[in-house]
């Protein structure tokens, strides 16, 4: 019978599912959505991790007894009473597998294929966490950055020019990216500010890439927020040692400019695949060599 490993990363807005083969080939892919019980109840979020774990398991034509490991890289899990309540939700989908549950953010070391280190990642929360000495441990959400904390920057410099009268190239180019006028983006901000926030978070990064400066500049001052709360992690817990790994599609998509711009006394890594593919990672590590 061939064997399967499942890799999730589940955090507060979505929820994506691999199934691959043992040598690591994707051969399943299952989406849902937002997996973090603090954000949702716990009933919807375990229903949307089985409903993204189930899809992923039907199109890659898989039983649950064929699953030999799985690794679930979820959001909102703080401590062991919670790892217990989520393995317990989730042992039936693969009966015969060995089961890792943990704070996603552990996803990120994974996924630059390091085994002790800080993982770093950023979505609708930010997290920080570290596997060193045989333990692991992190800060579930106590940080001051998050990506949707990155578009919010960005909002407040263009509501700034709408205020007064006339928009630059910066703030032009994010409301054409973003589908809206000045006076659809001013109703939007007060309809919903999130939400608008995490949509104009990826514009920045993409404006920063084609070489905007004011993007450039917004990114880096959030990137010091991001530096700050990693120095206070690394120093109350000893670690600097220990490389950076930053993971999630946030960091992945800004890395030439964290490489060359974040300063830290140890060595910087950025993903270059989804938290997902490090969860896979991490469930076929599970196996040994």
Not at 135 to 157: C, T
Not at 213 to 240: C, G, H, M, P, Y
Request: net charge negative; proline share 2%; with cysteine.
């Amino acid at each position: 019978m061939s064997r399967y490993v499942i890799g999730v990363d589940g955090g507060a807005s979505k929820t994506r599912c691999l199934v691959a083969a043992v040598d690591g080939a994707i051969i399943g892919d299952g989406y849902s959505g937002c997996a973090n019980k603090n954000v949702t109840s716990w009933e919807d979020a375990v229903l949307q991790v089985r409903l993204g774990v189930t899809e992923a398991l039907v199109r890659g034509h898989v039983l649950p007894n064929q699953i030999v490991s799985a690794y679930y890289g979820l959001g909102g899990v703080v401590d062991d009473e919670d790892t217990k309540k989520w393995k317990e939700a989730v042992e039936s989908l693969s009966p015969e597998a060995v089961v890792l549950v943990e704070n996603d953010v552990f996803s990120a070391l994974y996924a630059v294929d390091c085994s002790t280190g800080i993982g770093v990642v950023s979505g609708s929360g930010g997290n920080i966490g570290a596997i060193a000495d045989g333990r692991s441990f992190h800060v579930n959400g106590h940080v001051h950055f998050s990506s949707a904390q990155l578009g919010r920057m960005a909002l407040e410099v263009v509501m700034n020019q709408i205020k007064r009268g006339k928009c630059d190239l910066f703030g032009k180019a994010v409301l054409k990216w973003a589908g809206l006028d000045e006076v659809q983006l001013w109703n939007e901000v007060y309809v919903d500010h999130g939400g608008l926030a995490a949509r104009i978070s990826p514009i920045v990064i993409q404006l920063s890439n084609r070489g905007h400066l004011q993007a450039q500049s917004i990114i880096l001052d959030w990137l010091t927020k991001v530096e700050w709360d990693v120095r206070q992690f690394q120093t109350a817990n000893e670690l600097e040692s220990l490389p950076i790994c930053f993971g999630g599609a946030t960091f992945s998509s800004m890395r030439p400019i964290i490489l060359e711009h974040l300063k830290a006394s140890s060595e910087i890594l950025v993903a270059s695949v989804p938290l997902v593919e490090g969860a896979v990672r991490a469930a076929r590590r599970q196996l040994g060599p």
